[in-house]
């Protein structure tokens, strides 16, 4: 914890020199910098929007940080999470975030949790900390942010983000609309396609996940207007920035009068089951085990871009909106296995084809992407 005889304490003459652009602003100065020295943020997700909003914060010296993600580095983030390098892959993402982190700015606090974000740990952990960055891609998370930080009285700074587009608002503060005001309820998670298929340009995670550091850092300080009661959408391939209003519904069933939730587990009963593509009792082969099967035909149900940047030698392209039509062609004697990047598409396509051929068929675990990790 943060010592609170810090609050009124000078500052050293290395913060002195780390912080005069902060300390020459009217808007901040030393009152201003101690208030950000003072204040703690926790950071869900350690991915596109959670790496810059974390180097922004540390560099503006929020004197403790949680970072909470379960996840490793792997290749496939570098492309957008811009505090890992590449000799971090296969190292858990809160360690070595910490240790860059520290790396920027000795003078911080720095908490990390190396599991996801669920029902058992909401409401401590937000309790915790000042101010909540949710940077999750999963639909189950962010609703569960959302009604733990309504529960807790606590705001948040949400983004959502698609290709080349985003959203970004700060909910659950007082008097201040939440998600479900806007999105009463959590998208079945087979409408919603994630990151791992829908593809993103890496700066427009980078830019959110800034403009998610600036909201904290406003809110902090207490200055300007904060994305309170107002959704800011930006689409950055014609750079149409739109501020729209939004308001807090009075019948929401998250923050409304008539909410029945009272506690978090009734909150998040809906949304406690993450969005799982995988289906366990599926028949899925392991790449591995794949290979001792030589009369195979790979079948590759993803876009004609993912297809053509690169496949398994030899695969078949049937595309998850075509499969029907492709599954005429399928000889009775035919072995397929189906793939796409990490699963999602392959269970689709695996429900779309006919009953009858679906004895004929096997689903690769782990997708290309597990196949490519081991091409080396
Ligand atoms: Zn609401």
């Not at 998600?179 to 791992?196: I, N």
Request: charge should be negative; proline fraction near 7%; include cysteine.
């Amino acid at each position: 914890m943060i010592d609170p005889a810090n609050a009124a304490s000078p500052l050293s003459s290395a913060e002195q020199l780390r912080y005069a652009r902060h300390l020459s602003l009217p808007e901040i100065g030393l009152d201003g910098q101690r208030r950000l020295r003072q204040a703690s943020v926790l950071v869900i997700g350690a991915g596109g929007l959670g790496t810059p909003a974390l180097l922004y914060l540390a560099a503006a010296g929020v004197g403790r940080l949680g970072i909470i993600d379960p996840d490793r580095v792997e290749l496939s983030n570098l492309q957008r999470q811009i505090l890992y390098s590449t000799d971090a892959c296969g190292s858990p993402k809160v360690e070595v975030a910490r240790d860059r982190l520290l790396a920027l700015n000795p003078h911080l606090q720095i908490d990390v949790y190396p599991a996801a974000f669920t029902l058992a740990n909401a409401a401590p952990l937000i309790a915790d900390y000042d101010l909540i960055i949710e940077g999750s891609d999963q639909f189950a998370t962010k609703y569960l942010v959302n009604d733990a930080c309504v529960l807790a009285g606590k705001p948040y700074i949400g983004a959502s983000i698609r290709a080349f587009s985003g959203m970004l608002a700060v909910y659950a503060a007082p008097e201040g609309p939440c998600y479900r005001c806007l999105f009463p309820e959590m998208p079945a998670p087979e409408t919603v396609p994630s990151c791992a298929q829908a593809g993103v340009l890496g700066t427009v995670p980078g830019l959110f996940g800034i403009l998610q550091a600036h909201e904290t850092l406003k809110l902090i300080l207490g200055i300007g207007e904060p994305l309170i009661g107002a959704l800011l959408k930006i689409d950055l391939l014609t750079m149409r920035f739109q501020k729209l209003r939004l308001p807090r519904d009075p019948g929401c069933p998250g923050c409304g009068a008539s909410s029945t939730r009272h506690t978090l587990s009734e909150s998040a009963a809906v949304c406690a089951t993450p969005a799982r593509h995988t289906e366990a009792d599926l028949p899925w082969l392991s790449v591995a085990a794949s290979q001792q099967r030589p009369a195979l035909r790979w079948v590759d149900v993803r876009t004609t871009a993912e297809f053509t940047a690169g496949h398994v030698p030899g695969a078949i392209h049937a595309p998850l909106d075509q499969i029907e039509d492709w599954a005429g062609s399928v000889g009775p004697h035919d072995e397929l296995l189906l793939y796409c990047w990490q699963g999602g598409r392959t269970v689709q396509a695996y429900h779309r084809l006919p009953g009858t051929l679906q004895g004929q068929v096997s689903l690769l675990q782990g997708g290309y992407e597990v196949w490519l990790n081991r091409q080396g």
